[in-house]
Structure formats: C-alpha cells, structure tokens
C-alpha cells in the first residue's frame, strides 16, 4: 500500500502544506496555525483513506502544537525535521529560491525518498521542566547583562542616580523570579519519581547543583529513549568535527557545535566547578592539561565526558561513579 507524503512548512500565522500520493502531480494547500487549522489540516490528509507520513521543520512554539496534532490523528505519522537537514536538502535540489511553498515542497519530496523517523512528545512533566529551564536560562542571561549595565553605568560620575538605581532594583527583581521558577522546578520535580532519582543522580556529581540539575534534566529528559550516548553528543554539538581534504588542507578539529545550544550551555559551569571540586573530574582534567591540551579543551572535554556520566547515570539508574569518570578514551588522550 502507497503512503500519502506531506510537507509542511511552518510560521506564526500559516502552515503551507505539499501533499503528494503516489506519482501523482503535487497538491500544495495553504492552512491557518491555530487549532482550527489544525483540525482542517488533518481531514485533508486524511481525506484520502491511506497511511500518512507528514514532514515539518522543527520550529519551537510555532510546531509544536501542529505536531502534537498530527501525532494525535488516526493514519498519521509525523517526523520533526532538523531545520539544517532541511536546508542541506533544498541546497542538494539546486532551488535558488527560498518561499514557503519550495520549502514545503522539498519536505514533501524528503518524505517520499529520506529514512522516516517518527516522532515522540516528550512526557508532560519533563515538557514543563524543560519550559521552566529555559525561562531560568533566560533570566540569567537577562541578569547578566543588566550587571554590564550597572558596571558601565558606574564607570562615569555623569550617571544619573536614578539610573543607577533602577538597574539595581531590576536586578533584584530578576533574581527573585528566576529563584522562585527554580523553587517550583524543584518542586515539580521532587512530585514525580523518576525525575526525582533522575536529579538526585545528577546532584550526586561535585560541580552539578540545584539550579545546574534543572537546566540540564530540563533538556536531556525531553530527549528519545532510544538515543546512543554519541547521539547525545551530537545533540549537544559536542562531537568532534575534522576538516581535511588532500595534502593541503588539514584544518585544526573542533566540536562541531551544530546541536542543542541549550544543553551545551547548560554543561559549561558544572564542567568548571567539577574541574575544581570533584576529585574523580579533576583528575580526568588535570592529566588532560598535563598531556598539553590547552584549559579550554580541557574543560569542553570534561563536559563531554560529564554527558557521557549523565547517560550512564540515567540509564543504570546510579549515583556518580568517579572511578569510571576518571579513565580516558583514545579520542580524550
């Protein structure tokens, strides 16, 4: 039995979708992004009788409730496409072009011919986590460029008092708010077990404290099941990336970067506090820095080998081990 294939290209007020069954000629549509939409959306896919593989780009908020409707619909399988897939896939086509009509035209060609892989919401709980993380994450942000303020502000006797102040107060307010998200993070947490062994694993590393836990099982809980610690890695855009091409060219490696920003910010200061506070860590540093690896390698790799600690935490359900963190890997050495 043939599959209807769909594209969809996602923005804030409209879905534009290209349905295609078998060799027949494409039939692009154009839908509201609203609940309404939504179920619109769906009668037409489903309009046909047969199986429904739909492809849409990963666009945060602006997808999420599209994909949690098709995910829901009876007939329909929907996969949520990284937007660097993607674009990768439109460059291989030669389109010089970019409208929302090609783009949901060459996600409805990416179903037909690309491996189709499903996907899942995450769990509720570790949704709102994720959503309160986030918020956390940007409220420190926020925090920190109010402090750039205050010190450039207080560099200058020309300054007026008043401005001063209100940056003051400001920033006391953004403290109080991110706590108090961070109180019922943990509060959310401490309601549901497996969230709960899951932070008291993390917690368990020298380095990784409250708000720490939060950001990063905010992040790491929303991921498949079934992911591979080197999945992880790429997720978090730890994984290595060689440029070498002939006997020219023979770029310096570095992490690739191409992942979760949120994740791989979320792992920096756990990996310099347990570069200094865990024993099993910083040793693991310490022979890297004696080995010649420059301090910030050093540390990017710590972080890299905390994702790796994080996953054996989680799938073993085990505290933190500090004699298997310690022993270094043939790409660490």
Avoid at 72 to 81: F, S
Avoid at 145 to 164: F, G, N
Wanted: proline residues 4%; positive net charge.
């Amino acid at each position: 039995m043939h599959n209807v294939y769909v594209g969809i290209d996602v923005s804030a007020d409209w879905l534009d979708a290209t349905r295609q069954h078998h060799e027949e000629p494409l039939q692009p549509r154009r839908f509201s992004n609203d609940a309404q939409g939504h179920a619109a959306l769906v009668a037409w896919l489903t309009e046909v009788g047969l199986p429904v593989r739909a492809v849409t780009e990963a666009s945060g908020v602006y997808s999420l409730d599209l994909a949690l409707a098709l995910h829901e619909a009876d007939g329909i399988a929907v996969m949520v496409l990284n937007p660097r897939a993607a674009k990768d896939y439109r460059r291989a086509h030669m389109h010089r072009s970019k409208t929302d009509a090609i783009d949901a035209a060459v996600l409805c060609d990416y179903a037909r011919r690309m491996p189709f892989a499903p996907w899942q919401p995450p769990a509720t709980a570790a949704a709102h986590l994720r959503q309160l993380a986030r918020r956390i994450a940007d409220l420190s942000a926020e925090q920190a460029r109010e402090r750039l303020r205050l010190h450039a502000a207080r560099r200058t006797q020309t300054t007026s008092a008043l401005v001063i102040n209100d940056i003051e107060v400001n920033l006391r307010h953004l403290a109080r708010r991110a706590e108090r998200l961070l109180e019922q993070a943990v509060a959310l947490i401490e309601a549901q077990a497996s969230l709960a062994s899951a932070y008291a694993h993390a917690t368990s590393v020298r380095g990784i404290a409250a708000k720490s836990a939060v950001l990063l099982l905010g992040e790491l809980l929303c991921l498949p099941g079934g992911m591979s610690v080197r999945e992880w890695v790429a997720y978090a855009g730890l994984d290595v990336r060689q440029h070498r091409s002939g006997r020219s060219v023979e770029a310096r490696p570095r992490i690739s970067k191409e992942g979760n920003a949120h994740l791989r910010r979320a792992l920096y200061m756990p990996a310099l506090v347990a570069s200094r506070c865990e024993p099993a860590v910083a040793a693991f540093y310490g022979r890297l820095v004696e080995r010649g690896k420059p301090k910030k390698v050093a540390v990017v790799a710590v972080m890299r080998k905390l994702l790796h600690a994080l996953y054996g935490m989680l799938k073993h359900d085990a505290a933190f081990d500090g004699t298997k963190f310690c022993q270094l890997s043939p790409a660490e050495t």
